[in-house]
């Protein structure tokens, strides 16, 4: 039997096997829509299923842990990112990444919270092992976003002609053997709870913040999906991936460098942050250079997953307690999904219609008019 520390680390590395199967496919985005002649919109769609399958499953997966108990969850979220995986390696294009994305997103929503509870048991309970298993389920979940498209570039720049990269099989492997190690944990839950639906809910006085999230994961969200296709459709296909994963790259070393930031001044900070590295982005985009579109995505990364995102997490966590305080993180990654899908689409469908210049400058204005609103709301508010 592993020892309490082993057996969270391996959890840990569970939760990170689903979070690189979100992210090893997104160097490759720009590059399938443009060899089947497709889209920013059909691209933004395809990538909006993630969101969408998140946002509809979250009040049935969010209590499934309690019900049919952690194992079960985790190994099932293990097997759905190996099936991301797979089918995207056999059949490379744009309908196969919809079902991509569904299976990450179901993934996604099994270990959520399974593996937050079960790595806690695990590490012995407690507040210390609670504190133990947070940190390292923390770090996979960061590490696995921001470590997979980078690998999967890597692995393009070496070897050009492969396809799929070398990243789709060491995922598989890496699924294949967790998925017998995780098998040979404990299952902690003694008895299942009651309710099969956990509804998320907002808190008071948080409407502001987490608001803030929309345009937040709206932004990144355009810049993994029509930025790069917009990008593929000029002959530039690897300088949106570059730009998406050093967006990725910078965004989770930047929780780190601006977590003591006080909430609301994290998230008016973060839209401050979020306007300019937008605009730099779609500058580049539109034919300003490259420059400008890397630095643009290192800056929209800092805004949105150094600021914007947990200080608008913080603000709903600090308003509510026990089981509010779960429905109500819940309610914050609906409205977060919610601006990862539909802003992309959006973007994309207007690129499709207008061209990459104009849709991503009135893009820009809605975004100014957006934050103006929520920095004057969140001054309010605090």
């Known amino acids: 039997m592993p020892q309490p520390a082993h057996a969270a680390l391996m959890v840990g590395l569970a939760v ?18 443009a060899r089947e002649g497709h889209g920013a919109g059909a691209l933004a769609a395809a990538f909006a299923c993630y969101a969408a399958t998140v946002i ?30 797979l089918v995207l390696s056999l059949l490379p294009s744009i309908p196969v990444l919809a079902l991509a994305r569904v299976a990450q997103g179901l993934g996604m929503g099994c270990v959520a919270g399974a593996a937050a509870a079960w790595g806690a048991e695990l590490a012995g309970g407690g507040a210390e092992g609670g504190r133990r ?29 492969q396809r799929p990269p070398a990243t789709f099989a060491l995922h598989l492997a890496l699924c294949l053997l967790l998925l017998v190690l995780v098998a040979r944990l404990p299952e902690t839950l003694a008895a299942p709870q009651r309710g099969w639906l956990r509804l998320p809910r907002f808190p008071p006085g948080t409407l502001a913040t987490t608001c803030a999230i929309l345009p937040g994961w709206g932004v990144t969200g355009t ?20 730009a998406a994963c050093g967006m990725m790259l910078i965004g989770v070393l930047a929780q780190r460098w601006f977590r003591r930031v006080a909430p609301r001044r994290a998230v008016r900070i ?24 890397l630095l643009g995505g290192a800056v929209v990364g800092i805004g949105s997953y150094g600021f914007v995102y947990p200080g608008g997490l913080a603000a709903v966590a600090e308003a509510a307690s026990g089981e ?48 103006l609103v929520l920095w004057r709301a969140t001054a309010r508010s605090g």
């Open 133 to 161: 298993a947070a940190g390292v389920i923390a770090l996979a979940t960061i590490g696995s976003f921001g470590a997979g498209g980078i690998l999967t570039l890597a692995a393009i720049l070496a070897w050009p002609g």
């Open 270 to 293: 973060g839209l401050a942050v979020l306007l300019a590295g937008a605009g730099l982005t779609f500058i580049g985009t539109a034919g300003g250079g490259l420059w400008p579109l």
């Open 16 to 33: 990170g096997a689903v979070g690189l199967a979100t992210t090893i496919p997104l160097p490759l985005y720009g590059e399938m829509a």
């Open 223 to 242: 810049v993994l999906t029509a930025v790069q296709s917009a990008l593929a459709a000029g002959g530039q296909r690897l300088a949106g991936p570059v």
């Open 324 to 371: 509010d305080r779960a429905r109500a993180v819940a309610g914050y990654f609906v409205l977060a999904h919610l601006g990862f899908g539909a802003v992309p689409l959006l973007v994309g469908l207007a690129i499709d219609g207008l061209g990459a210049g104009p849709a991503l400058a009135g893009s820009w204005a809605v975004l100014l008019l957006a934050s």
């Open 56 to 85: 509809l499953t979250a009040p049935l997966l969010g209590p499934l842990p309690d019900r049919i108990g952690r194992k079960p969850c985790v190994l099932l979220g293990i097997a759905l990112a190996a099936v991301s995986s």
